[in-house]
């Protein structure tokens, strides 16, 4: 199975901050690669698909970058709506693997 | 805009089989473009994809639960449903299904919709 890791496991930054969170992946998975925002009780939703292009209706102050095996998610403009934990997800090959998620906080 | 929703007991007891179904709305279910996926949530944990199965009936399965799992399809229903059988406390989770999308040569939506998760406990 390809291992995907994520750093850091959490982060606290203040509203308006750039916050940068990265995916490894234990081996290449090509542009295979996604990021999830997940609410407490609530099931995660699709930010990208493709290491690099936005879902449908996602806000643009998210992006991807990355392929092989470095990945990074960004979000422009940190809100306090953006308070959630981060999962990565490759697709490139089964079975499919997650992230152990990055926490993000609001100071 | 499709919707997704899981379906099933929230209480099971050990070595039983949980039973699952993902019932969907808003498109169907019959169309070569979508995989549907049951994926699930220990507590307070991350995440782990149990399997896929597409319209025609074709499945991949997670190999660390392959032994226990059995996904299917219902297109008159436009459901797909998960058994998983065996059931030890650990598979006390989040049970979440998923659509998928392709949308062209080299092109995936990769778990584009979900249902709202439904928790299952295994315990006698």
């Known amino acids: 199975d390809i291992q995907m890791t994520q750093s850091p496991s959490s982060l606290s930054a203040s509203v308006g901050d750039r916050v940068t969170i990265a995916c490894r992946a234990s081996?290449?998975?090509?542009?295979?690669l996604g990021w999830f925002q997940q609410k407490p009780g609530k099931a995660p939703k699709s930010l990208i698909y493709?290491?690099?292009s936005l879902q449908s209706g996602v806000s643009s102050k998210f992006s991807g970058s990355g392929s092989g095996t470095d990945f990074t998610l960004t979000i422009s403009s940190l809100q306090p709506e953006d308070s959630a934990t981060y999962y990565c997800?490759?697709?490139?090959?089964?079975?499919?693997?997650f992230g152990q998620g990055t926490k993000v906080e609001i100071k | 805009q499709v919707q997704l929703q899981e379906s099933g007991p929230g209480l099971v007891k050990p070595s039983q089989t949980l039973s699952l179904t993902c019932t969907v709305s808003g498109g169907s279910i019959s169309s070569a473009a979508y995989y549907w996926t049951w994926i699930r949530q220990h507590p307070g944990k991350g995440l782990e994809w149990i399997g896929y199965i597409s319209y025609s009936g074709s499945t991949y399965y997670n190999p660390s639960l392959k032994s226990q799992v059995t996904i299917s399809v219902d297109t008159s229903k436009n459901q797909f449903s998960l058994k998983l059988s065996s059931l030890t406390a650990a598979d006390t989770a989040v049970y979440y299904c998923?659509?998928?999308?392709?949308?062209?040569?080299?092109?995936?939506?990769?778990?584009?919709?979900w249902g709202q998760g439904t928790l299952v406990t295994v315990s006698s």
């Open positions: 998923a659509r998928s999308t392709l949308c062209g040569r080299d092109c995936y939506h990769p778990l584009d919709f």
């Open positions: 493709a290491a690099s």
């Open positions: 997800l490759q697709y490139n090959s089964y079975p499919w693997t």
């Open positions: 081996q290449g998975i090509r542009k295979y």
